[in-house]
């Protein structure tokens, strides 16, 4: 619970300069969207990670898989290094034909490994995308017991300075 509270305050700082569009937010607004990501963590069993930490983990290679969970030509524009594209849809139904673009269930669980205990990292657009947390919860619901979901997604990653990766030709 406190790593919750830790990830919703660090989401509410932050949260104005993850999006894409330079925007200004109200401090209601940003409160929803911070309330709403903890709810979703709270009710998916899944915990909250900053970019921050996820750029930790890589420089220190922590062992872990990464998701990123848009669809493939935003997936091509930009990603993090080492993510593997899996296309899930903005609101989780637990229907798994409305919770993913194109994939089999056994497809997801071969890209996550057959370690439960493997780190799974999950993200997507940003703190308003929603494709994260379906992620996160259909790896919640194969039994993966270490589920991350970094909220500000590629657009938080960006923010921070970090560098991305373009198939882009």
Known sequence: MKKTLLAIAFTTLFASQAFAEPQTYKENEIEEIALKIHHEADQGGYELLSVVDLKKWIDDKENFVLIDAHPQI?????????????????????????????????????????????????????????????????????????VYRVTSGIKGWQDAGFPVVSAKK
């Open 74 to 146: 935003q997936f091509n524009e930009a990603y993090i290094a080492g993510a593997s594209n899996f296309e899930f849809q903005g609101k989780f139904t637990r229907n798994w034909k409305d919770d993913v673009a194109d994939g089999s269930e056994d497809a997801y669980k071969t890209l996550l490994g057959h370690d439960l205990n493997k780190k799974i990292v999950v993200y997507c657009g940003g703190n308003k995308c929603g494709r994260s947390n379906t992620a996160a919860m259909w790896t919640k619901e194969f039994g993966y017991h270490h």
